[in-house]
């Protein structure tokens, strides 16, 4: 069974930077395109980055393009959510997912993606 796992949340003051991580583990990885959503409080979860499998290609969401950074390590079955200048509407809890067919590209829409984690939460204070 394919779990997948994110870390690196917690508090941070507007401004700050963190990154995530998102491990997957009983199942493949390289040959799959990874996101990241994120829910914030009272919404639906949404779309923020995704890349190709290859990571030779990534999607931002427009209200982070700029800002966050996401990135891969086949060879560790990691995916990577650099966020730079984050802002208190950045709050939210983040998730990381799997796409559901390999070699594809990346694409914005839930139903895309199998199997997601757990959620890490990010709280940005202003």
């Known amino acids: 069974q394919v779990q997948v796992v994110e870390s690196g949340g917690g508090l941070v003051q507007a401004g700050a930077s963190l990154r995530l991580s998102c491990s997957v583990s009983g199942g493949s990885f390289s040959t799959f395109a990874m996101a990241w959503f994120r829910q914030r409080p009272g919404r639906e979860r949404e779309f923020v980055t995704g890349?190709?499998?290859?990571?030779?290609?990534?999607n931002y969401a427009d209200h982070v393009r700029g800002r966050f950074t996401i990135s891969r390590d086949n060879a560790k079955n990691t995916v990577y959510l650099q966020m730079d200048s984050l802002k208190p509407e950045d709050t939210a809890t983040y998730y990381c997912?799997?796409?559901?067919?390999?070699?594809?590209?990346?694409?914005?829409?839930?139903?895309?993606?199998?199997?997601w984690g757990q959620g890490t939460q990010v709280t940005v204070s202003s």
């Open positions: 890349i190709m499998w290859n990571g030779k290609s990534a």
């Open positions: 997912a799997r796409s559901r067919l390999p070699w594809g590209v990346v694409v914005g829409t839930k139903s895309a993606y199998e199997y």
